[in-house]
């Protein structure tokens, strides 16, 4: 277990650990357009990171009736997808580095099912702490996953950094007093992260190497 006294740090998967943000706009849009829905790629990206109930909406402007097999279309084209996932630069490197070091870490993601499965194979690992969707109540931007996370390695949030890709992750964040480092990899810019509350950017996990 962690000291209370000891930072700790949560590590989002999809889109941080794993090359898939375009992926998911591509099966998103597939998706949207098979209903009838014309949206933006930009538009898809930047509701990236957060579960498919509360992006549905947001991208349409409303609930609508098919969501969830919207949803569920979306996750069947980005399986269909998903040998052309794969870990993101320095990413296996950063958690051999929390490892050897002692770090406590845990993966904190909204990828809930056969998603989360497809993303830990592309990572070559499926052994790590996690906390995902599945077992908490709401997705990102809710910060149920990152107190999940945070419960299970007995420390408590304030004491935790969060590593993410998406304003998402650095607003569930910033609802429980954890800090956020935000990598470039998912295709967010700085000043959208900056403004969700990320104290530091870098370009990957790699640069995070031995900083943590």
Do not use: N
Request: hydrophobic share 45%; net charge negative.
């Amino acid at each position: 277990m962690a000291s209370h006294t000891q930072l700790a740090v949560l590590l989002d998967l999809d889109g941080t650990l794993v090359d898939s943000s375009y992926l998911h706009v591509l099966a998103w849009d597939a998706a949207f357009a098979a209903a009838g829905y014309e949206v933006a790629h930009w538009r898809i990206h930047g509701s990236l990171g957060m579960g498919g109930d509360r992006l549905v909406p947001r991208l349409l402007g409303r609930h609508v009736p098919e969501a969830g097999d919207i949803s569920d279309d979306h996750t069947r084209r980005f399986l269909d997808a998903a040998d052309r996932l794969r870990a993101t630069d320095g990413a296996l490197a950063l958690i051999d580095d929390l490892e050897r070091r002692g770090v406590p870490f845990a993966l904190a993601t909204s990828a809930t099912g056969a998603e989360g499965e497809a993303l830990l194979a592309a990572l070559g690992r499926d052994d790590l702490p996690a906390a995902g969707a599945d077992s908490v109540g709401a997705p990102k931007p809710a910060p149920d996953v990152l107190l999940a996370a945070c419960e299970q390695l007995d420390i408590p949030s304030e004491r935790a950094v969060l590593i993410g890709d998406s304003p998402w992750d650095a607003d569930a964040a910033a609802r429980v007093g954890a800090g956020m480092v935000g990598v470039r990899c998912g295709g967010f810019g700085d000043d959208r992260l900056r403004g969700f509350g990320a104290s530091d950017i870098v370009d990957a996990p790699r640069d995070l190497i031995g900083r943590l």
